[in-house]
């Protein structure tokens, strides 16, 4: 009789508060976002041969309508500025000299202020309660949970990031959590910020192998995804994709977009997005590599060198 009355109250308490599986965190009601398809593909390794997918150099250029190129043409100077003396004229010899006094301090080289662009919505896609996205396991035991690598690389961007004064937001801190693409999409959709936004989800790709087995061997490299057609996407996505392939000299496997079926989180951000593919975990020896902590640093500091580039120079 005593059981059968905890047993009531525990079947209570789980119809309230969701049993004792963790649950994603709630999503706010007024949030116009089409729930998960299970069905649909998230990231790189879930790509099947039934849709086309575009994949284009890194290295091809990319013009925006909406920022053309300045020509030398396009430079004209105001005559009355050009004979205002006031106006700060280089090399005219009829300025006063500058009194050194006057200068202004010299900033320490070591500490530049960083003028803040873009608020970096850092998304470490999938949790630990999603199932697979994980490699065989190593002789040694070892094996690589994707969550847990995307949680280092944003990590050590972070660390990155705050010595410089970029700004960013850390899409979803939490570890116990499943896929939860609407909420990441979500809270990054309705983050509040003065600056334009830049959805970045990091990832460790997977190639096609029977469960529990290493993949073929030849399948390895890095590829970024933007939105198809998105010329922003794609120009932030080719800035990625380069600074990768610099620092790691993994195979190069280019700027991928897919016409239809879209990743989630790449259709539903109100913001130029792009998600990173950093190498596959079911390819043994890749594997081998990510698991190192100075491989992941490296891969980490390539997307520092890419959002500082794009810091730098705007989409
Ligand atoms: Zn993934």
């Known amino acids: ?18 049993g004792s599986k963790k649950q994603n965190p709630p999503i706010p ?3 116009n976002l089409p729930n998960e398809d299970e069905t649909l593909a998230q990231d790189g390794s879930e790509i099947t041969p039934d849709t086309a997918v575009v994949i284009v150099n890194e290295k091809d250029p990319v013009f925006l309508d909406d920022d053309p190129p300045i020509r030398p043409t396009d430079i004209v100077l105001d005559p009355e500025l ?4 006031t106006g700060d004229l280089p090399n005219d010899p009829t300025l006063p000299t500058d009194d ?57 961007i972070i660390t990155e990031l705050d010595k410089l004064g970029v700004q960013y937001y850390n899409v979803v801190p939490e570890v116990d959590i499943d896929n939860y693409l609407k909420g ?3 809270r990054a959709n309705l983050k509040a910020s003065k600056l334009p936004k830049i959805f970045l989800s990091i990832h460790s790709n997977a190639a096609p ?24 996407g794609r120009k932030v996505a080719s800035v990625f994709q380069a600074a990768l392939i610099k620092a790691t000299n993994w195979k190069n496997r280019h700027i991928k977009s897919r016409p239809t079926k879209q990743f989630y989180v790449l259709r539903h951000t109100s913001m130029t997005a792009v998600l990173t593919e950093n190498g596959f975990y079911n390819n043994k020896e890749e594997c ?18 890419a959002i500082l580039k794009i810091e730098r120079q705007g989409i």
């Not at 009789?1 to 969701?18: E, N, T, V, Y």
């Not at 608020?119 to 999938?126: E, I, M, S, T, Y």
């Not at 390895?220 to 939105?227: A, D, K, L, N, R």
Request: glycine letters at 6%.
């Open 184 to 186: 990441r999409v979500a």
């Open 288 to 305: 081998k590599l990510l698991l190192k902590d100075e491989v992941r640093q490296k891969i980490a500091d390539a997307h520092v060198a």
């Open 209 to 232: 192998a029977r469960t529990g087995s290493w993949a073929n061997a030849s399948i390895s490299g890095i590829e970024t995804w933007y939105f198809h057609n998105s010329r922003k």
């Open 82 to 85: 050009e004979n205002d003396n």
């Open 1 to 18: 009789m005593f059981k059968k009355i905890i047993d009531f109250f525990k079947r209570i308490f789980a119809s309230i508060f969701g």
């Open 29 to 31: 009601s007024n949030v």
């Open 100 to 156: 050194p006094n006057d200068d202004p301090p010299i900033e320490d080289p070591e500490t530049p202020k960083h003028q803040a662009r873009f608020l970096w919505c850092l998304d470490n896609g999938h949790g630990k309660l999603t199932a697979g996205k994980r490699s065989p396991k190593l002789p040694d035991g070892a094996r690589l949970y994707e969550y847990e690598f995307n949680r280092d690389i944003v990590k050590k």
